[in-house]
């Protein structure tokens, strides 16, 4: 089993460079980056903290403040007071920010219909299933880790 998981980490890698590369295309036909794209859309959801932001997507909080200081100067989003803690505004996109995340999405949506044309939604369905699980007890383990 150990060699199993070993390699479908190494597939999830693989699938994860690609969908990346084919991503960085997609938000540069927009003139945005991929990592532009991805934090449009965590703040789409929910006004965010830059660290909220950064702990969602799993990256440094440094990274993530270049990024947004980067969609504030091109006034794709914009800082606000964040009731709960003044010291760290919130992220929120603008109504340029939503139209260029809309035009990125239906352009990753046209590419993704295309990739999945001829798989079962339920093959889908059961990836994704399988990886939760396993994305579940990777967490496990790194609390029981931690708790020594």
Same mark, same amino acid.
């Given at each position: 089993?150990?060699?199993?998981?070993? +390699?479908? @980490? &190494?597939?999830?890698?693989?699938?994860? #460079?690609?969908? !990346?590369?084919?991503?960085?295309? *997609? =938000?540069?036909?927009?003139?945005?980056?991929?990592?532009?794209?991805?934090?449009?859309?965590?703040?789409?959801?929910?006004? +965010?903290? @830059? &660290?909220?932001?950064?702990?969602?997507? #799993?990256?440094? !909080?440094?990274?993530?403040?270049? *990024? =947004?200081?980067?969609?504030?100067?091109?006034?794709?989003?914009?800082?606000?007071?964040?009731?709960?803690?003044?010291?760290?505004?919130?992220?929120?996109?603008?109504?340029?920010?939503?139209?260029?995340?809309?035009?990125?999405?239906?352009?990753?949506?046209?590419?993704?219909?295309?990739?999945?044309?001829?798989?079962?939604?339920?093959?889908?369905?059961?990836?994704?299933?399988?990886?939760?699980?396993?994305?579940?007890?990777?967490?496990?383990?790194?609390?029981?880790?931690?708790?020594?």
């Amino acid at each position: 089993m150990s060699e199993q998981l070993a +390699l479908l @980490v &190494a597939d999830v890698f693989e699938a994860a #460079g690609l969908l !990346r590369k084919m991503g960085e295309g *997609v =938000a540069a036909a927009e003139g945005q980056t991929q990592a532009r794209w991805q934090l449009l859309s965590v703040v789409s959801e929910e006004p +965010l903290t @830059v &660290a909220r932001a950064a702990r969602r997507l #799993g990256i440094a !909080r440094q990274g993530v403040q270049r *990024v =947004a200081n980067d969609l504030v100067r091109e006034d794709l989003a914009g800082f606000h007071p964040n009731p709960d803690h003044r010291g760290s505004p919130l992220l929120t996109l603008t109504p340029l920010g939503r139209a260029t995340l809309g035009r990125i999405t239906d352009r990753a949506s046209a590419i993704h219909r295309v990739l999945t044309a001829d798989i079962a939604t339920a093959d889908i369905a059961a990836a994704r299933s399988l990886l939760h699980r396993l994305i579940d007890e990777v967490h496990r383990y790194e609390e029981q880790a931690s708790d020594g």
